[in-house]
């Protein structure tokens, strides 16, 4: 921080303590301070990637923040309840205070990846900027320029949308396909239901009112969905107004569990596919799936409904019995027993029995297959084989059912800032960045998953350019949240391969670190901007008006006025801005936010009140509904119209796509054993423990992270069950190293029953030091490029370690 803000923030943090008795020298005899300036409120929200986007309010001095309050305005009964910030947006002052601060312009003067940074002036960074970007597109094509994925800065106005809409107008950039969160299950729920919807928005979680079985599998949302008005405290609240049985199946027992589940079911990760059939063994060899359901809405159950030219020995039925006659429920030696699935899960055969016919039993089961399932290796498989549950019971689009989707959240809309369309159509999926960067030129269509080329006779086509530019806004996947970083590193610090990157952030992350030209954007409490709250918030929808008295800070400038600028540079202001000011802009967006919602009071007030809600303002959402009703008026976006169960276009992929060796594609939801799973017992020799990176409460994603409140208020440590302590002569708060042949990272220990044996857990997120020993404890040290079969995403959940006492 500059001295100058230092002082002042000093002064007017001296003068408040002072205020409130926290200060040594407010004898009782003294008269009150008077204050330097009145203390003024504005609303903000932390915009990070949790998908609540929850208002904070900021109270400041003098331009320097005092304190931050969550939001508590209403008579908070439930459906007009206050949106409170969870621990991280609660800790924002420390985090804008925070002395990684960056706070002007730098270009790098050490090697990439050094940290050595001089500081230059805007000017000169937005001049180097721009020759940099044009020199890459004269030289390479702007193809060969790459926005790497980020998702830090949800802001509508001046936020990443602005850099897309520049470089659209300067003819565009190698797009991505997929994202870390969900690539697989996107895939699963395509194929499977016709569109990614029925995978990422599935019933509201009010539906839970109309289900008397909630089965939780790997859905965690007290930890994932933290805000007041989030998803955490619907699922609460609708379990106090009515006592649905929850069953949650999970490695970890996490605090969606502790006194709210029913039961625990701790299962092996990676291998939840093999209980689904175990399931639908139980239902079949028990005449207890819904043959109408699945013989009027499905394709590939059984002989009835596969495809033109497939046979029954191809259909899902004879896969689970592992028998070939048509009509014969006679299980065959490699039946989907529960036992064999007892032998793979971990989970005990009278337990799975017990599960089966209590889903079955169940009047309305409400199934949720949540996203880590989907960042195992066999992601796709695992989260298909998981959508047969509902379907083979027949228990969809009905009131308290759900299609094992997360839940939709609700909404109130406001616009983004336009981007405009890319002119390039080439894609990678954006876990490949690295791939591209080292030999996109040779990356294709059926070995890479490319998009958007030009096919050949054999279907298959070239990306035919390596990624020479990245900018990275508001992300830290360009070294931390992607995987094998110590590989990445490498690459990444190679001038000659990518010979140009720009990060544009708040403060000195590992992925800063790598900068050519690091530019400081203002905080989210620095700025205006009307937004909603993100993807998965609940069943609250919100609009906040953000508005600051604190910014900019330092030399810090929001991305859009950079973006003006570079477009100056780069011949494109006119169509950049059309001729609209900043307010312009804002006061177009609320005008159309205002036409969106109508009752979205004057924005005057909106400055005042800060929020605007609407519990359920589309009603409460029940998935497929339609479909369910009229199949044949509401056909879902398969080949088929139907569920597909068996995949012909899956089938298709299986036979020309060029995999590496143990991939697979198949054309029926299978359970598939795989590289460092459970049953990768050649690696297991040497790293016999299966090892994941949850999402803590203490950061979002990397986020957060410096803020030490939050590191004192949630351990980083490795989670071990007390039986592979013990072989380890291991006990909580020693200092280990968990290793492969990826990687070594230093971090505390936690032996705790609350994680099953032969697994362990770290909370993902932690910055990644560097060296030998990683001892930032990034899990991403320890996790691959290897991409997951059909998508090209990450399995970032699947990693096998093995762990010692330092
Ligand atoms: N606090 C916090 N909240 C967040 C985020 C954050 O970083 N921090 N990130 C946000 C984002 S962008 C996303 S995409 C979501 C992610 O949400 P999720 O993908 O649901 O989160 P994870 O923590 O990866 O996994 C949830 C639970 O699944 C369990 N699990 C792991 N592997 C398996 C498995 O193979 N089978 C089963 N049955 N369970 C398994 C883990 O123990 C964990 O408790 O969270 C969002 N919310
Ligand atoms: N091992 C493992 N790795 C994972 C996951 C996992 O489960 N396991 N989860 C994956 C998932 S689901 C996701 S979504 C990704 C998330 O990966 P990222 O999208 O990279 O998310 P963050 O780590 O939160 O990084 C956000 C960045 O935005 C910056 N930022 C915040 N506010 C602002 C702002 O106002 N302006 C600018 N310019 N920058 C800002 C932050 O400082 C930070 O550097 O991580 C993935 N990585
Ligand atoms: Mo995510």
Redesign the pocket.
Known sequence: MERRDFLKMSAAMSAAAAVTGCSSESAKTTPPPVLPVEEKLNWSAC???CGSNCPVKVYSRDGIITRIESEFTTTDEYGNHDVRACLRGRSLRKRVYAPDRLKYPMRRVGPRGSGQFERISWDEALDLVAEKLQATIDNYGNESIHFT?????RYHFSGKQCLYRLMNLKGGYLNAYG???WSQIYEAAGQTYGSAGPGWQGSSVSEMQNSDLVLMVGYNPSEIRMSGSGEAYDFLMQKRQKQFKTIIIDPRYTDSAVGKEDQWIAIRPGTDAALFEALAFEWITNNRVNQAFLDKYCVGYDEKTMPAGVGYEESYKSYILDNATVGDLTPGANAKTPAWAAAITGIEEHIIVELARELADAKAPFIQIAASLN?QAAGENNTRAGYMLPILLGQLGLPGTNSGGLCKGSYLTAPFMPTGSNPVKKAISFFTFTQAIEDGENMTVLADGVQGVDLDENGDGKLGTNIKAIIN?????LI??HADVNKTTKIIADESKCEFILV????M?P?AKFADILLP?V??LESEDLIYQSYSAGDTATLVQMSSSVGPMFECRP?YEVCVDLAKRMGVEAEFTEGKSREDWLNQFYAEAQAATPDLPEKEVMLKQGIHRKYLPNGSYIVLEEFRKDPDANPLGTPSGKIEIYSSRLAEKARTWKLKEGDVITALPKYIPTWEGYEDTETKKSYPLQLF?Y?TKGR????YHNVPWLREAVQDAVWINPIDANKRGLQSGDKVHVFNDRGTIEVEVKVTPRIMVGVVALG??AWYQGGSVDRGGC??VL?THRTTAITKGNP??TNLVEIRKV
């Open positions: 915009l990070v990637n994925y980020n998702s830090g800065a994202d870390y969160s960042r806004y508001g992300g830290n996947a931390n949240q544009v952030d708040n403060w992350t992925s954007d905080s989210w991305i990176g999402h979002a994603h990397s986020s993902q997120g899990v991403n996790t970032q959940h």
